[in-house]
């Protein structure tokens, strides 16, 4: 049974800094993308960046990218999300979710993902 466990969200200050973390389980992730995601209330769940587990592209969304980071580490059979400078348009429920290869190619959508995780709140004080 796939399982995707987020962690690392919280409080911080506008500036500040936060690394979620995604723990997978459950099959072999090697040829699947893994993608960030993030809801805030009253609004639709948005694509964030996701990177392809074997290679480590990576994509991000233009609101994020310069200041977000996505990694993984094939060991560990986690992936991550360093989010620096972060501003209060950033607070939401962030989702890491993965995908088995799509003829489409297309990764920054949601309807594209087979697995979710159960989210982690990021909340971002001006």
């Known amino acids: 049974q796939v399982q995707l466990v987020e962690s690392g969200g919280g409080l911080v200050q506008a500036g500040g800094s936060l690394r979620l973390s995604c723990a997978a389980s459950g099959r072999t992730f090697s040829n699947y993308v893994m993608g960030w995601f993030r809801q805030a209330p009253g609004k639709e769940r948005e694509f964030v960046a996701h990177i392809r587990w074997s290679g480590g592209s990576t994509y991000y969304a233009n609101s994020v990218k310069g200041r977000f980071t996505i990694s993984r580490d094939n060991a560990k059979n986690a992936v991550y999300l360093q989010m620096n400078s972060l501003k209060p348009e950033d607070t939401a429920v962030y989702y890491c979710?993965?995908?088995?290869?799509?003829?489409?190619?297309?990764?920054?959508?949601?309807?594209?993902?087979?697995?979710w995780g159960q989210g982690t709140q990021v909340t971002v004080s001006s």
């Open positions: 979710a993965a995908s088995a290869p799509k003829n489409s190619g297309v990764y920054y959508y949601s309807g594209t993902y087979d697995y």
